[in-house]
């Protein structure tokens, strides 16, 4: 006899799909889009999880998990998602609860971003393909199950995009009554506090954020400067005097100041007459001169210096390297800043530069350096260790996730596919034409959060690695849906609900709006 289970039958098959549309039809008609993207993303999300299964690991990622067991909590990385790290293993033993819960919250704040588009009238037909693409393309799909704090701040810097869309959508439809409803609030002060916490130079993105929603929402300016006010005081107030208070370390200053070291280095690689003995002699107590002149002539990354320093004695010439640095800017400014273009290039070059120069673009979020154990040893004889060993739940998935993410790696398309700098361009153009077409000026609030990012990764970087970019390349894939409305007449959007009992009739008088 044969052991296949007997195949439904049609009549069960009808009965089946029947019951499924019963279960739908319950479903409140605002919901249903946002259900279905999350379900859809959710599905994609859990391929790459069990793939990657427990998640994907590197360097930074082992630096998480031995901060919090060993008790060496620095503030060199987020403490909140040292928070995160500490939780999950101390309560399920390893890091697969939390990458679980990373692809939840990302797919989440996707189908609520799809809802909230379509209050500036963008089809849930043209905003669920872009936000299952988010997904499903390698390397920006499987990054959202890294152990790492760009996931979290990444799912933030949606949520503001998504809250900023709703809101300006309320202005465009002319409900806006100078009031943030609660749930937007909530979402809003979350994102904020969020973008502050997961990445240590974040709360500027909160700001410029928050000055595109000013100009953008008048009744509701008060508010809005409260609540970015509140935020950033908070999220400094826990870097500046509660981490230190509760035996949280400090970064180490050497890593703090390493990119100003590196615009030294930049500067004697170029014009080395500039400094004096004394200044020669400062620099040799650190590293060699043979060791500054070749790292300066690398100037898209500072890792390459950072990595030559003693740092102990680094740390403790603080002061006279950034005396040193402060003269270096006087007298060579156009060096300095050309130093910081360089190595800001990920955030404004569409296309990368030399290989030999470190110049392409690092995407290591599943690699494991193998110094790792050198520098943390405390973490070789770990339980922990043997934890963040790939355990895919698929061989056959694990096969096809690895082609798949090895193939997003091609230098032909590194452009688009590991840098942010094309998707910002086509968001600022995108949200330009919406508006344009619109004749809406405030729907230009949509790119605040792009601008946010991309100025402060171009302020300050450290090495070209494809996460510091992420979120903008999932904001600029979602703007894609853009495109569509672009064709549509301007004038006042109709909400969904309006748009199915409304008379059809003659087009809408155009409608001029304020800036």
Same mark, same amino acid.
């Given at each position: 006899?044969?052991?296949?289970?007997?195949?439904?039958?049609?009549?069960?098959?009808?009965?089946?799909?029947?019951?499924?549309?019963?279960?739908?039809?319950?479903?409140?008609?605002?919901?249903?889009?946002?259900?279905?993207?999350?379900?859809?993303?959710?599905?994609?999300?859990?391929?790459?999880?069990?793939?990657?299964?427990?998640?994907?690991?590197?360097?930074?990622?082992?630096?998480?998990?031995?901060?919090?067991?060993?008790?060496?909590?620095?503030?060199?990385?987020?403490?909140?998602?040292?928070?995160?790290?500490?939780?999950?293993?101390?309560?399920?033993?390893?890091?697969?609860?939390?990458?679980?819960?990373?692809?939840?919250?990302?797919?989440?704040?996707?189908?609520?971003?799809?809802?909230?588009?379509?209050?500036?009238?963008?089809?849930?037909?043209?905003?669920?393909?872009?936000?299952?693409?988010?997904?499903?393309?390698?390397?920006?799909?499987?990054?959202?199950?890294?152990?790492?704090?760009?996931?979290?701040?990444?799912?933030?810097?949606?949520?503001?995009?998504?809250?900023?869309?709703?809101?300006?959508?309320?202005?465009?439809?002319?409900?806006?009554?100078?009031?943030?409803? $609660?749930?937007?609030?909530?979402?809003?002060?979350? %994102?904020? *506090?969020?973008? /502050?916490?997961?990445?240590?130079?974040? @709360? =500027?993105?909160?700001?410029?954020?928050?000055?595109?929603?000013?100009?953008?929402?008048?009744?509701?300016?008060?508010?809005?400067?409260?609540?970015?006010?509140?935020?950033?005081?908070?999220?400094?107030?826990?870097?500046?005097?509660?981490?230190?208070?509760?035996?949280?370390?400090?970064?180490?200053?050497?890593?703090?100041?390493?990119?100003?070291?590196?615009?030294?280095?930049?500067?004697?690689?170029?014009?080395?007459?500039?400094?004096?003995?004394?200044?020669?002699?400062?620099?040799?107590?650190?590293?060699?001169?043979?060791?500054?002149?070749?790292?300066?002539?690398?100037?898209?990354?500072?890792?390459?210096?950072?990595?030559?320093?003693?740092?102990?004695?680094?740390?403790?010439?603080?002061?006279?390297?950034?005396?040193?640095?402060?003269?270096?800017? $006087?007298?060579?400014?156009?060096?300095?800043?050309? %130093?910081? *273009?360089?190595? /800001?290039?990920?955030?404004?070059?569409? @296309? =990368?530069?030399?290989?030999?120069?470190?110049?392409?673009?690092?995407?290591?979020?599943?690699?494991?350096?193998?110094?790792?154990?050198?520098?943390?040893?405390?973490?070789?004889?770990?339980?922990?260790?043997?934890?963040?060993?790939?355990?895919?739940?698929?061989?056959?998935?694990?096969?096809?996730?690895?082609?798949?993410?090895?193939?997003?790696?091609?230098?032909?398309?590194?452009?688009?596919?590991?840098?942010?700098?094309?998707?910002?361009?086509?968001?600022?153009?995108?949200?330009?034409?919406?508006?344009?077409?619109?004749?809406?000026?405030?729907?230009?609030?949509?790119?605040?959060?792009?601008?946010?990012?991309?100025?402060?990764?171009?302020?300050?970087?450290?090495?070209?690695?494809?996460?510091?970019?992420?979120?903008?390349?999932?904001?600029?894939?979602?703007?894609?849906?853009?495109?569509?409305?672009?064709?549509?007449?301007?004038?006042?959007?109709?909400?969904?609900?309006?748009?199915?009992?409304?008379?059809?009739?003659?087009?809408?008088?155009?409608?001029?709006?304020?800036?």
């Amino acid at each position: 006899m044969s052991d296949t289970p007997p195949r439904p039958s049609p009549a069960a098959r009808v009965a089946a799909v029947a019951k499924a549309q019963a279960l739908w039809s319950r479903v409140p008609p605002a919901l249903r889009l946002p259900l279905a993207v999350f379900a859809a993303c959710q599905a994609c999300y859990l391929l790459w999880w069990a793939a990657f299964y427990p998640g994907m690991i590197n360097y930074d990622s082992l630096v998480f998990a031995w901060q919090v067991a060993t008790d060496h909590w620095i503030a060199n990385h987020s403490i909140l998602y040292n928070c995160l790290v500490w939780l999950t293993l101390n309560t399920t033993g390893g890091f697969a609860a939390l990458t679980l819960l990373q692809t939840i919250a990302m797919s989440a704040a996707l189908g609520y971003t799809c809802a909230s588009l379509r209050a500036i009238g963008v089809r849930g037909r043209w905003s669920a393909p872009a936000a299952v693409a988010c997904t499903l393309i390698p390397p920006l799909g499987p990054f959202i199950v890294y152990v790492g704090k760009d996931v979290p701040f990444t799912i933030c810097v949606v949520l503001t995009f998504a809250v900023t869309a709703r809101l300006v959508g309320r202005r465009l439809q002319g409900s806006w009554n100078g009031r943030l409803q $609660r749930s937007e609030l909530i979402l809003l002060c979350v %994102a904020f *506090l969020g973008i /502050g916490l997961f990445r240590n130079n974040g @709360f =500027p993105i909160s700001v410029i954020a928050a000055l595109s929603l000013f100009l953008a929402l008048p009744g509701a300016r008060r508010l809005i400067t409260a609540l970015v006010t509140a935020t950033t005081a908070l999220t400094l107030t826990l870097m500046l005097a509660v981490y230190p208070a509760v035996g949280i370390q400090p970064a180490p200053k050497t890593l703090v100041y390493n990119t100003h070291y590196a615009d030294v280095a930049v500067t004697y690689a170029q014009a080395p007459g500039l400094f004096t003995r004394d200044d020669l002699r400062l620099m040799a107590q650190v590293t060699s001169l043979s060791n500054w002149r070749k790292a300066g002539t690398i100037c898209y990354a500072s890792d390459p210096l950072y990595q030559k320093l003693h740092r102990d004695v680094a740390d403790r010439l603080t002061d006279p390297l950034m005396q040193l640095w402060w003269r270096t800017l $006087r007298k060579a400014p156009q060096t300095v800043l050309g %130093a910081r *273009l360089c190595r /800001g290039h990920l955030a404004w070059a569409v @296309f =990368p530069g030399p290989k030999d120069q470190s110049g392409r673009t690092w995407n290591t979020i599943n690699w494991v350096n193998p110094t790792f154990y050198r520098w943390y040893p405390e973490l070789k004889k770990s339980p922990y260790r043997q934890a963040a060993q790939p355990k895919p739940l698929s061989y056959t998935l694990k096969h096809a996730a690895d082609f798949g993410y090895a193939a997003s790696r091609i230098p032909q398309l590194e452009w688009i596919l590991l840098r942010g700098a094309i998707w910002c361009y086509a968001t600022y153009v995108l949200v330009a034409r919406l508006a344009r077409a619109r004749n809406c000026r405030p729907l230009l609030a949509l790119a605040g959060v792009t601008l946010g990012v991309q100025l402060t990764v171009l302020a300050a970087i450290p090495s070209p690695t494809f996460r510091y970019m992420a979120p903008p390349m999932v904001v600029g894939v979602l703007c894609l849906s853009l495109i569509p409305a672009l064709r549509r007449a301007a004038g006042p959007v109709v909400p969904p609900q309006a748009s199915r009992t409304a008379p059809s009739a003659a087009s809408p008088k155009r409608v001029e709006y304020a800036p």
